[in-house]
């Protein structure tokens, strides 16, 4: 077997145990699921599962850092467009609320459980620098939209246009991820959590519109 085809078949098993980590971990949780128990859905031995992670910890960093990558082809999409930066930047936001409510997304749950499971982690865990690495990656993604907000008219200009993104976008994230994910203990009677989410992001987008 030559050079490049053991290194590509060590990419694919490396992709396949980190999919089958992440659909175990949502099916299970993060707890539950032993290094044994992916081991026998990859149907490989437990040896081998620990030449590719060598601790738990580290291959739920790995599905962390998958799944988040999987949503930076569509923020550059969007930041790309020929629309103007408060339209992207309301692309943005629907991206976010239809990531969100799709089947209740399982994207969205496995980060939340990711990240609350980290936030509670008595030392850092293996690698996690390469996760909020991605994440700046994402962030990066909406330069064009923030400096061309700057030039377009299409936001305002009296206020820190790069702040006020930032704190839109990740406020509406964490909103949606709670009323969504948690709506049975955060339902509201007769107000759905969708429409929750989109008045809010009305409420957000009117704060940086252009007058």
């Known amino acids: 077997m030559t050079q490049g085809l053991r290194e590509k078949n060590k990419n694919a098993r490396y992709q396949s145990i980190v999919s089958t980590a992440e659909q175990l971990f949502l099916e299970r949780g993060l707890d539950s699921v032993q290094m044994q128990d992916i081991a026998d859905a990859e149907k490989i031995g437990i040896a081998t599962l620990?030449?590719?992670f060598s601790r738990k910890d580290s291959l739920i960093v790995a599905v962390a850092i998958q799944n988040l990558e999987r949503t930076i082809p569509v923020f550059q999409q969007i930041a790309l467009s020929p629309k103007s930066a408060y339209e992207r930047l309301e692309d943005t936001l629907n991206y976010v609320l239809a990531n969100q409510t799709q089947s209740r997304s399982n994207s969205t749950k496995f980060r939340e459980a990711f990240e609350s499971y980290a936030s509670f982690s008595k030392e850092p865990l293996p690698n996690i620098q390469d996760y909020i690495d991605t994440q700046k990656q994402v962030s990066l993604m909406l330069?064009?939209?923030?400096?061309?907000g700057q030039r377009d008219g299409s936001l305002r200009q009296d206020i820190?246009?790069?702040?006020?993104i930032m704190t839109i976008i990740n406020a509406y994230g964490i909103f949606?991820?709670?009323?969504?994910?948690?709506?049975?203990?955060t339902y509201l009677e007769e107000i759905q959590?969708?429409?929750?989410?989109k008045l809010l992001k009305e409420m957000l987008l009117s704060y940086v519109r252009a007058k």
């Open 160 to 164: 820190s246009i790069k702040e006020s």
């Open 50 to 52: 620990f030449r590719y």
């Open 143 to 148: 330069g064009p939209i923030i400096e061309d």
């Open 193 to 197: 959590p969708e429409i929750q989410q």
């Open 176 to 185: 949606g991820n709670n009323i969504v994910l948690k709506s049975e203990i």
